[in-house]
């Protein structure tokens, strides 16, 4: 396995601008899971696909906030007309067993 | 809803002394619990897991065992060292409901000194 991977690793927006973020999961993982940490907080949960298929996702997940994932594989979220508030790590995991979570290294996101 | 507390830190410690991290857990089913390890300037780690109540999990050193009682699982080692030095986060996953997502806990922090 060569784990799960991120890009970007870091980046800077200003308010009001939209980014995209990458998830490339451990490959056969059919489950991939999106979270987000606030410094000193633990993670908290965004949204959750089997396949292709986006099964669950949270209040935190306001109008603003887009995932996908085409064909099954890679995952992308999107956060539209950013505010300071979204500066947080956004970190990807996925799973083929039901409950064995493996984390990417997260993207670190400033709003200013 | 489901929710995880942790002790808060950072707990310091001497290299060598035993670490006790305390987690209790709320849950509306019958979870899965975890921890999980931070390392500086590194993704989380899947560290250890229990999936039914009495099972203890175990790995590098660490354990800990699912308490149904008194709905806990904290996380202990015998003998810490520098490199343990990290953050650890408690969480849970719920089977019975069949909800897929990790809810976890603050973190604690972990400083061993040498």
């Known amino acids: 396995d060569t784990g799960v991977s991120q890009n970007p690793r870091h980046k800077i927006t200003k308010r009001g601008q939209n980014v995209t973020f990458r998830c490339d999961p451990i490959?056969?993982?059919?489950?991939l899971y999106w979270y987000r940490q606030t410094l000193g907080q633990g993670p908290e949960f965004l949204t959750y696909?089997?396949?292709?298929?986006?099964?669950?996702k949270s209040r935190l997940l306001s109008d603003r906030f887009s995932a996908e994932r085409p064909k099954g594989s890679f995952s992308t979220l999107e956060i539209q007309r950013t505010e300071q508030g979204d500066s947080a790590m956004y970190l990807c995991?996925?799973?083929?067993?039901?409950?064995?979570?493996?984390f990417g290294p997260g993207t670190r996101l400033t709003v200013t | 809803g489901d929710s995880v507390t942790q002790m808060e830190g950072p707990v310091t410690l001497s290299e060598e002394a035993f670490l006790t991290i305390n987690c209790t857990y709320t849950?509306?089913?019958?979870?899965?619990l975890f921890w999980y390890v931070q390392y500086p300037g590194e993704g989380l780690q899947l560290l250890l897991k229990?999936?039914?109540?009495?099972d203890k999990g175990s790995n590098k050193g660490f354990e800990a065992t699912y308490r149904k009682e008194t709905t806990s699982f904290h996380l202990e080692k015998g003998s810490v060292q520098v490199s343990d030095s990290a953050v650890y986060f408690c969480?849970?996953?719920?089977?019975?409901?069949?909800?897929?997502?990790?809810?976890f806990g603050s973190g604690t922090r972990l400083q061993v000194q040498p």
């Open positions: 995991a996925s799973s083929r067993e039901v409950y064995e979570q493996y």
């Open positions: 490959s056969e993982h059919n489950r």
């Open positions: 696909f089997q396949n292709e298929a986006q099964l669950e």
């Open positions: 849950a509306t089913g019958y979870p899965s």
């Open positions: 229990a999936t039914k109540a009495d």
């Open positions: 969480a849970l996953s719920e089977k019975d409901t069949g909800r897929r997502a990790l809810t």
